[in-house]
């Protein structure tokens, strides 16, 4: 995440990095209670009134246990107060969610550096940083200039891959030939897509972003949800989200088991729906509650969906009432970052690139469909610095190792073509 809004992934690893510019972004649409209380703890900060700010960081970790930038920012404020065993307290929370963080080399625990404890966090965080998993790589597409946001699979073993900077499409066949499947001028940034073998189709979220080649002012805060056909790579429909002030981009989406078709909208608070047969999108879902909404998976009961939110965690939307509730993290756990996710058998395997270090992982539901365990699948190899989507085949989990997005910072940057990697995992 290099240079996102703060409401939405698509590069912004500063949505967590920086927890309080988040607090303060600017939204159309009403404040989640724990952005109040983190602009309110950034004040506080400011005017120099700490007990005010650890007072407001605490009761905003209170309302998100799992934050990590609230917690490390605690920590410090906590060490600024000559509170360290809260502050310790406060770290190995994060050090036991599986998380890196160089605090040896923050000025701010200076302080803590006399205490044993102290040392033994710092030999967590830096094992946390290391290598999990096997590091396979599947297959590499070589030669990309792009950002590799979306993957997808059809059923004759051919791969589809979503390019922002290119605004396409791109085909690897089974042999491993690597084209470029849609050549459509009218489209944007092209980010998650799924096949609907049935239909012989492909759908993509596309979306205007300073990234992609060649955009132009009147393209800003656009988006579509576009259908190609699966044969020819041809655009057969595109909807567009409506002209409502807004900027709007789709991120993800998901094919609903009635034929419907959502896609998630990362700067708007909407889930839109696409009806079986229907001429337009809907708003399936919108509220106030969402910060940054990214991938969508189908609940195990079949009647809701598992929406990932950027800077909330995971959401359980009815299909029947759009009903919404956050879902507890398991202790010790955290659910922030969640970009891609996706169900299996027994809960979700997601890719979390809004923390450190990236990692895909495993989350186990419980029957009532609670998250009760995450646990690591790989984190830490190279290649896996700047991970993008996933798609679940064959019992295996895939996703892109390093998307691109880091490369352009600035947008108008040109790196050279480089080997994407495609990384596979036992689930």
Same mark, same amino acid.
């Given at each position: 995440?290099?240079? *996102?809004?703060?409401?939405?992934?698509?590069?912004?690893?500063?949505?967590?990095?920086?927890?309080?510019?988040?607090? $303060?972004?600017?939204?159309?649409?009403?404040?989640?209670?724990?952005?109040?209380?983190?602009?309110?703890?950034?004040?506080?900060?400011?005017?120099?009134?700490?007990?005010?700010?650890?007072?407001?960081?605490?009761?905003?970790?209170?309302?998100?246990?799992?934050?990590?930038?609230?917690?490390?920012?605690?920590?410090?404020?906590?060490?600024?107060?000559?509170?360290?065993?809260?502050?310790?307290?406060?770290?190995?929370?994060?050090?036991?969610?599986?998380?890196?963080?160089?605090?040896?080399?923050?000025?701010?625990?200076?302080?803590? *550096?006399?205490?044993?404890?102290?040392?033994?966090?710092?030999?967590?965080?830096?094992?946390?940083?290391?290598? *999990?998993?096997?590091?396979?790589?599947?297959?590499?597409?070589?030669?990309?200039?792009?950002?590799?946001?979306?993957?997808?699979?059809?059923?004759?073993?051919?791969?589809?891959?979503?390019?922002?900077?290119?605004?396409?499409?791109?085909?690897?066949?089974?042999?491993?030939?690597?084209?470029?499947?849609?050549?459509?001028?009218?489209?944007?940034?092209?980010?998650?897509?799924?096949?609907?073998?049935?239909?012989?189709?492909?759908?993509?979220?596309?979306?205007?972003?300073?990234?992609?080649?060649?955009?132009?002012?009147?393209?800003?805060?656009?988006?579509?949800?576009?259908?190609?056909?699966?044969?020819?790579?041809?655009?057969?429909?595109?909807?567009?989200?409506?002209?409502?002030?807004?900027?709007?981009?789709?991120? +993800?989406?998901?094919?609903?088991?009635?034929?419907?078709?959502?896609?998630? +909208?990362?700067?708007?608070?909407?889930?839109?729906?696409?009806?079986?047969?229907?001429?337009?999108?809907?708003?399936?879902?919108?509220?106030?509650?969402?910060?940054?909404?990214?991938?969508?998976?189908?609940?195990?009961?079949?009647?809701?969906?598992?929406?990932?939110?950027?800077?909330?965690?995971?959401?359980?939307?009815?299909?029947?009432?759009?009903?919404?509730?956050?879902?507890?993290?398991?202790?010790?756990?955290?659910?922030?970052?969640?970009?891609?996710?996706?169900?299996?058998?027994?809960?979700?395997?997601?890719?979390?690139?809004?923390?450190?270090?990236?990692?895909?992982?495993?989350?186990?539901?419980?029957?009532?469909?609670?998250?009760?365990?995450?646990?690591?699948?790989?984190?830490?190899?190279?290649?896996? +610095?700047?991970?993008?989507?996933?798609?679940?085949?064959?019992?295996?989990? *895939?996703? $892109?190792?390093?998307?691109?997005?880091?490369?352009?910072?600035?947008?108008?940057?040109?790196?050279?073509?480089?080997?994407?990697?495609?990384?596979?995992?036992?689930?």
């Amino acid at each position: 995440m290099a240079s *996102h809004s703060l409401h939405f992934r698509v590069h912004t690893r500063v949505l967590l990095t920086l927890v309080i510019a988040l607090a $303060i972004a600017t939204a159309l649409w009403a404040e989640p209670a724990q952005s109040v209380l983190l602009r309110d703890a950034a004040a506080a900060q400011k005017s120099g009134d700490l007990p005010l700010q650890i007072a407001k960081l605490e009761a905003a970790r209170a309302l998100r246990p799992d934050y990590p930038r609230v917690v490390y920012v605690l920590a410090r404020a906590y060490t600024s107060a000559g509170r360290p065993a809260d502050a310790l307290s406060s770290l190995r929370s994060l050090a036991d969610m599986g998380l890196a963080f160089a605090v040896d080399r923050d000025a701010s625990f200076a302080p803590l *550096h006399d205490q044993a404890a102290f040392a033994a966090l710092a030999a967590s965080f830096a094992a946390n940083a290391r290598p *999990h998993g096997t590091g396979r790589v599947a297959f590499p597409l070589p030669d990309r200039d792009g950002i590799i946001e979306g993957i997808a699979r059809d059923a004759d073993g051919n791969w589809y891959f979503g390019d922002v900077r290119n605004r396409c499409l791109w085909r690897r066949s089974h042999s491993g030939e690597v084209r470029r499947f849609s050549d459509d001028s009218s489209l944007l940034g092209v980010f998650g897509l799924k096949v609907d073998q049935a239909h012989t189709a492909i759908w993509a979220g596309t979306s205007a972003v300073p990234e992609m080649k060649n955009a132009t002012a009147d393209e800003k805060g656009r988006a579509a949800l576009v259908e190609f056909d699966l044969a020819t790579g041809r655009v057969r429909r595109s909807f567009a989200t409506p002209a409502d002030g807004r900027d709007h981009l789709l991120g +993800d989406v998901l094919l609903g088991a009635d034929g419907s078709v959502f896609a998630s +909208d990362s700067t708007a608070p909407v889930i839109w729906r696409l009806p079986p047969g229907g001429k337009r999108l809907q708003r399936w879902i919108e509220s106030d509650d969402f910060i940054s909404l990214q991938g969508m998976a189908s609940a195990p009961d079949g009647r809701s969906l598992v929406v990932a939110d950027y800077a909330n965690g995971l959401w359980r939307v009815s299909l029947a009432d759009q009903a919404h509730v956050l879902l507890a993290p398991p202790r010790g756990a955290t659910l922030f970052g969640i970009d891609g996710l996706y169900a299996v058998d027994g809960g979700l395997v997601a890719v979390q690139n809004g923390i450190s270090p990236q990692r895909a992982v495993r989350i186990t539901l419980d029957a009532g469909g609670r998250p009760v365990e995450v646990r690591t699948l790989e984190a830490g190899h190279p290649a896996m +610095d700047d991970l993008s989507l996933g798609l679940v085949a064959d019992g295996q989990f *895939h996703f $892109i190792g390093n998307s691109g997005w880091a490369l352009f910072d600035p947008p108008s940057a040109t790196p050279a073509p480089r080997a994407v990697s495609i990384f596979q995992t036992q689930i």
